[in-house]
């Protein structure tokens, strides 16, 4: 079985200020995992995957994730926050032998003031 | 760049009635998917479907659900007879396209059922 631990429900940032997103994951085997941004109103938009390449994944907008299989964690950050990255944030993860069906987190929800 | 497109963005329907749920994939992918996110609740898994065929399905995935791919372009998902409880975002995803695999998927807006 797969599972996803968001421990943030939100996020308050002040823009030009780091962000990190907190994610967790559960997996009996090594998984593909994924950042989704969902702005209001609108789908989910792939921000960066991992797939047991580099640990370190750039993805778009300036944001990257580390994934660290020693603490099954696959934090999200950017260096400096925008009033664009307001959005709700999801950590997902995907196993071959489940499908790949996606197990998604809880969410995060970023408020960026100015 | 390619997208995925669901219609309706926003359906009202009487508990009982039949609904069908549209989405256009991105043309060459191969794998479709529905999930779904009741309001205030995480995006949940119900559906896989490749080769013509569903190839995973949720518990919430029961009878009264079902999916369809008539014509080599749209995909649906029809549910039967509607419940309060089906009332939810819908999202349709699609990935992989051909010596690719299926990840990662992209996804639709999403369509808003509301079951009164």
């Known amino acids: 079985a797969q599972s996803v631990t968001q421990l943030d429900s939100h996020v308050s940032v002040s823009e030009g200020t780091p962000v990190l997103l907190r994610c967790n994951y559960s997996?009996?085997?090594?998984?593909?995992l994924f950042w989704y941004v969902q702005h209001p109103n609108k789908g989910l938009q792939l921000l960066l995957k991992?797939?047991?390449?580099?640990?370190l994944v750039k993805g778009i907008n300036g944001f990257e994730a580390e994934f660290k299989k020693s603490e099954t964690s696959f934090h999200l950050t950017k260096p400096s926050a925008h009033m664009s990255d307001a959005a709700e944030y999801f950590c997902?993860?995907?196993?071959?032998?489940?499908?790949?069906?996606?197990?998604f987190g809880g969410g995060t929800r970023v408020l960026v003031k100015p | 760049e390619p997208e995925v497109t669901q219609t309706p963005s926003h359906q009202v329907t009487q508990m009982g009635q039949e609904v069908i749920l549209r989405c256009v994939p991105i043309?060459?992918?191969?794998?479709f998917y529905w999930y779904r996110q009741i309001l205030g609740q995480k995006v949940e898994f119900l559906v896989s479907?490749?080769?013509?065929?569903?190839?995973?399905k949720s518990e919430i995935f029961d009878d009264q659900f079902s999916v369809e791919r008539p014509d080599g372009s749209n995909f649906t998902l029809k549910i039967r007879s509607t419940k309060l409880e089906d009332s939810a975002m819908y999202f349709c995803?699609?990935?992989?396209?051909?010596?690719?695999?299926?990840?990662?998927?992209?996804f639709g807006d999403g369509t808003r059922l509301s079951i009164l």
């Open positions: 995803a699609s990935g992989g396209g051909p010596g690719q695999g299926n990840q990662p998927q992209h």
């Open positions: 997996s009996s085997y090594s998984p593909s």
């Open positions: 991992y797939t047991s390449a580099a640990t």
């Open positions: 997902v993860v995907s196993l071959k032998a489940a499908g790949n069906k996606l197990t």
């Open positions: 043309s060459n992918h191969l794998y």
């Open positions: 479907f490749y080769n013509n065929e569903i190839s995973e």
